[in-house]
């Protein structure tokens, strides 16, 4: 099959001016927090390295694998396969997500940060498809909001490829 992500949806300059945004947003409402940003890997790497530099304020960073996707467009399973060392006593976490699709991902991951009991939890993500929801989800921030199609580039994937694009375009099978 060959692809096509010739559909630019959000350009590098527009996603770098709404991450600056975010970065600031961040940095005034956790000034008095423990913040500690948690990137969901892999999607969410791209994002995760440009928005620690637009946050102002000291922060941990700290890194999950969950197994959501086998390669392909339909959700399965959801399990951590690499999970959090330490303690979360005191840590305001911040859920760095590349996209909420469906909510299962995001569903799975407060329920399994909140059982290790951090100060607060709270979740950041680029992008939001509401269309596509089927559990209820809150995002505290987000990047952009995206109609009903699957999306390439700056971290997320098809089938392990595209993550380098520094843009997010909509891929369609030609
Ligand atoms: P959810 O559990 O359905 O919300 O899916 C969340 C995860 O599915 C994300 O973290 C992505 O890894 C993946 N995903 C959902 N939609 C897309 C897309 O359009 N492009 C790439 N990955 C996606």
């Given at each position: 099959?060959?692809?096509?992500?010739?559909?630019?949806l959000?350009?590098?300059?527009q996603i770098?001016?709404?991450?600056?945004?975010?970065?600031?947003q961040?940095?005034?409402?956790?000034?008095?927090?423990n913040?500690?940003?948690?990137?969901?890997?892999?999607?969410?790497?791209?994002?995760?390295?440009?928005l620690?530099?637009?946050i102002?304020?000291?922060?941990?960073?700290?890194?999950?694998?969950?197994?959501?996707?086998?390669?392909?467009?339909e959700?399965?399973?959801?399990?951590?396969?690499?999970?959090?060392?330490?303690?979360?006593?005191h840590?305001?976490?911040?859920?760095i997500?590349?996209?909420v699709?469906?909510?299962?991902?995001?569903?799975?991951?407060v329920?399994?940060v909140?059982?290790?009991k951090?100060?607060?939890?709270?979740?950041?993500?680029?992008?939001?498809?509401?269309?596509?929801?089927q559990?209820?989800?809150?995002?505290?921030?987000?990047?952009?909001?995206?109609?009903?199609?699957?999306?390439?580039?700056?971290?997320?994937?098809?089938?392990q490829?595209?993550?380098?694009?520094?843009?997010?375009?909509?891929?369609?099978?030609?």
């Open positions: 099959m060959k692809l096509d992500v010739s559909s630019i959000i350009t590098e300059s770098q001016e709404r991450i600056r945004e975010l970065g600031a961040i940095s005034k409402d956790y000034e008095a927090g913040l500690m940003l948690l990137c969901v890997l892999k999607g969410a790497i791209v994002f995760f390295a440009d620690i530099r637009c102002s304020i000291p922060l941990r960073c700290e890194f999950i694998q969950l197994a959501s996707y086998n390669d392909g467009t959700p399965s399973q959801i399990r951590a396969i690499q999970g959090l060392s330490g303690n979360l006593n840590a305001d976490v911040l859920i997500e590349d996209i699709d469906t909510g299962h991902t995001l569903n799975f991951l329920d399994y909140k059982r290790l951090p100060e607060s939890v709270k979740v950041c993500s680029l992008l939001d498809k509401p269309s596509r929801r559990v209820s989800v809150t995002i505290d921030y987000v990047g952009f909001e995206i109609p009903n199609a699957f999306v390439v580039g700056y971290g997320l994937d098809y089938a490829q595209y993550r380098n694009l520094p843009y997010i375009a909509i891929l369609n099978p030609v």
